[in-house]
């Protein structure tokens, strides 16, 4: 497994693709993934991709990237504007074609973002079935060019909705760029989402979380990985068997995302909630309570209090190390030609 990371962790720098490429090496990441290549190359320009193709080649760095959402209400709202399915599809197909030259397999996309979910203008679910129309529109491009699109466990599809997709469509059309850190605040087992989803995952966001009680119901806050409250290593575990080759990505941000689990308007929006589900991320939030208690982990008011600039490259460091150790780990343990003792 390379370990990389997505370059909206330090979109706050203002740095070229370039530099960012640079920034990697020197951090001793595999890789870098970038959000939309259309802010890498706004134009699309072959020869620019190109450059920027053979300029991670020569540092050793392997690329990924993303395109805009198939989401057609989403692009509206954006917009000012209906876009229609076909006229979205007819734009992502200059992506999915950029994409190819970069040298990529895959691209991840998000259908919406932490509010598209609670519209009340388009349903949620009328969102889906519009972005399945649109990747269905762009099943022979992909195919073409040899691309999956990967969508992400971000902040607005549940697992159960992502799994209801690729139900739809074959892993060489879709796939999955998994989160770790956003399961929780869609209010998912981890475990179990990571356990459903594994096959199908060709991209990750790899950061852990912490959950804390609030009035409302409960705060979430990104950590790096294995300082918060996720089972990191066994969730790695299970991607490792699923795909030792996969890369993990290290995504890091600031701000914390207000969960108001006790308001019933607002468990509405989720009407394929399991009690199960919600039981086990409420048992997340217990534990981090007891450990916020006992003084092991600082609460989330706390590491806000620190600027995004002053924490990022410790976080980073963090993340990389952790995952460095239970990659080396992981690969002893799945290792068949390991002596047993």
């Given amino acids: 497994m390379r370990i990389g990371f997505d370059s909206y962790t330090i979109e706050h720098r203002g740095l070229t693709v370039g530099e960012i490429l640079d920034f990697a090496r020197q951090h001793r990441l595999d890789g870098v993934q970038f959000p939309d290549i259309s802010a890498l190359v706004p134009d699309l320009d072959p020869g620019r991709i190109a450059g920027i193709r053979d300029l991670a080649g020569s540092l050793g760095l392997a690329l990924e990237v993303g395109i ?30 950029a994409a190819a030259g970069l040298g990529c397999r895959h691209v991840r996309a998000y259908l919406g973002d932490r509010h598209d979910r609670f519209r009340t203008d388009v349903p949620w679910r009328s969102q889906l079935e519009a972005s399945a129309d649109v990747i269905t529109r762009l099943r022979p491009s992909l195919r073409r060019h040899g691309l999956a699109i990967a969508i992400e466990t971000h902040a607005d599809a549940t697992s159960g909705e992502i799994l209801e997709l690729l139900d739809v469509f074959e892993p060489d059309v879709l796939g999955v760029t998994l989160d770790t850190g956003n399961l929780p605040m869609r209010l998912d087992d981890p475990i179990a989402a990571v356990e ?36 990191m290593t066994d969730l790695l575990a299970i991607l490792h068997r699923a ?17 108001p689990i006790y308001d019933p308007d ?8 399991r009690p199960d589900s919600l039981a086990a991320v409420v048992r997340l939030a ?10 092991s982990l600082a609460r989330p008011e706390v590491v806000e209090a620190v600027p995004w600039d002053d924490r990022v490259l410790d ?4 993340s990389l190390g952790y995952l460095r150790a239970v990659v080396a780990m992981l690969g002893r343990v799945d290792d068949p030609g390991r002596p047993r003792g």
């Fill in 68 to 97: 805009p959402s198939p989401n057609p209400a989403r692009r509206s709202r954006r917009e000012g504007r209906t876009v229609h399915p076909g006229e979205l599809a007819d734009d992502l197909i200059r992506h999915v074609h």
């Fill in 196 to 231: 459903k989803l594994a096959p199908r995952v060709l991209a990750t966001h790899v950061k852990d979380a912490v959950l804390a009680f609030t009035p409302r119901g409960l705060c979430w806050q990104a950590r790096p990985a294995g300082s918060g409250i996720l089972p």
């Fill in 243 to 259: 795909n030792p080759d996969l890369t993990l990505s290290i995504e890091l941000h600031p701000r914390t995302y207000d969960l």
């Fill in 266 to 273: 607002w468990l509405a929006f989720f009407p394929g909630l």
């Fill in 286 to 295: 217990a534990a981090c309570e007891r450990r916020f208690a006992e003084g």
């Fill in 315 to 318: 976080w980073l460091a963090s």
